[in-house]
């Protein structure tokens, strides 16, 4: 095995905004762990991203509300690639429907996704970002800062804003021994889901649309290149924040 001079470790890659946020770290060469629940999906990532972009690219079944899974996937990506520089969390899931039907279920199915997971995360791949001096960029959401509307999705905007929270923690803990912990808060962004939310339910999109300065969807690319930001040596500045990228909605709002 050759180490590569750099390897990320993105959760919730199979798809999506991680995907889009795997494919640029291997854009610029760093090697690339899809660490998602969807095994196939990960894997067939991994080989479109290893294709078009040259770099190396792995596909890593991983539960992230499990921490022993996670630390299989630790195991799995240092066993692959000899390091880790940078981690992204971005396995992440809503439920909507009013708070007072919410249920229990409903409930820690997004907590323990959104918040636990993203510390189980954090915390297993820790020992590995000391040693490499690396970052962390976890994905939060314009949820953080704002209720999400006009559906109501309460263990989500609850989970989006402790995330905020557990960065600047983990932030503060951790700039001793040269790691940065940040987070990026996105919003509406043109993915599968949202394109669903379009077809299904066109008054929730132009809603949506019209609450955004800039009247148009985030592209996933776009989020990316902000998580990449935060993860080079430019931003090196900055910890402990969460950047918002959401074409001026949460200004507006
Ligand atoms: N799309 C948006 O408009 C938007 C806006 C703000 C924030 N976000 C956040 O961005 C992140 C990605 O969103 P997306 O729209 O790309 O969603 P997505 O559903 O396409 O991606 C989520 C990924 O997480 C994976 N996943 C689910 N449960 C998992 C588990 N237990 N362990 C490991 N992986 C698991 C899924 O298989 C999927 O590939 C989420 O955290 C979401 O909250 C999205």
Known sequence: MTEPRAAAVITGAAGGIGRAIATAFAERGVAVVIADIRLDAAVAAAEQIAAETGAEAVGIAV?????????????????????????????????????????????????????????????????????????????????????????????????????????????VEWAPQGVRVNAVAPGYTNTELLKDVGASNPETMDAWLSQTPQRRLMEPAEIAEVVLFLSLPASRAITAQTIIADGGYTAAK
């Open 63 to 171: 539960d992230v509300t499990d921490s022993a899974s996670v630390a299989e996937l630790v195991s799995g990506a240092l066993a692959r690639f000899g390091r880790v520089d940078h981690l992204v969390n971005c396995a992440g899931m809503s439920l909507d429907g009013p708070s007072i039907e919410h249920t229990d279920e409903a409930w820690s199915k997004v907590v323990d996704l959104n918040l636990s997971g993203t510390f189980y995360v954090c915390r297993g791949f820790a020992p590995a970002l000391i040693e490499s001096h690396g970052t962390i960029v976890n994905i939060s959401s314009i949820a953080a800062f704002s209720a999400t509307r006009p559906e109501v999705h309460v263990g989500y905007d609850a989970t989006k804003a402790a995330i905020a929270a557990l960065t600047r923690t983990l932030a």
